[in-house]
Nanobody, 130 residues
């Protein structure tokens, strides 16, 4: 089970930190990603991390502004979002897959791998608006 928190309303240029808490699965075996979907748009892989080696991937649209990290003691993955833009407005969901044979880049950037996720959270809304 995955539970997200930390969404909300923020002004352009502001920051938010999202959290994704995993339970019922072996955290160290996971690759966990943050995905977002805005109204009328397809789901986009924002950032993914492999817990065991901390390998990461960022979409071009967020690279340099967002940072993904994990806290093994808390079974939690974070997404620190800085310099937020109105186009970052979306429902952000975390998803996890156990011990994937493919890269975190594939996990995030190749939509057919979204169907291979073992678990999805319900999502948290991020709204960036003046």
């Amino acid at each position: 089970q995955l539970v997200e928190s930390g969404g909300g309303l923020v002004q352009p240029g502001g920051s938010l930190r999202l959290s994704c808490v995993a339970s019922g699965i072996t955290f160290n075996y996971l690759a966990i990603g943050w995905f977002r979907q805005a109204p009328g748009k397809e789901r986009e892989g924002v950032s993914c991390i492999r817990v065991s080696d901390s390998s990461t991937y960022y979409a071009d649209s967020v690279n340099g502004r967002f940072t993904i990290s994990r806290d093994n003691a808390k079974n939690t993955v974070y997404l620190q979002m800085n310099s937020l833009k109105p186009e970052d407005t979306a429902v952000y969901s975390c998803a996890a897959v156990e011990a994937p044979a493919y890269s975190v880049q594939d996990m995030c950037a190749v939509p057919r791998y979204y169907y291979a996720m073992d678990s999805w959270g319900k999502g948290t809304l991020v709204t960036v608006s003046p």
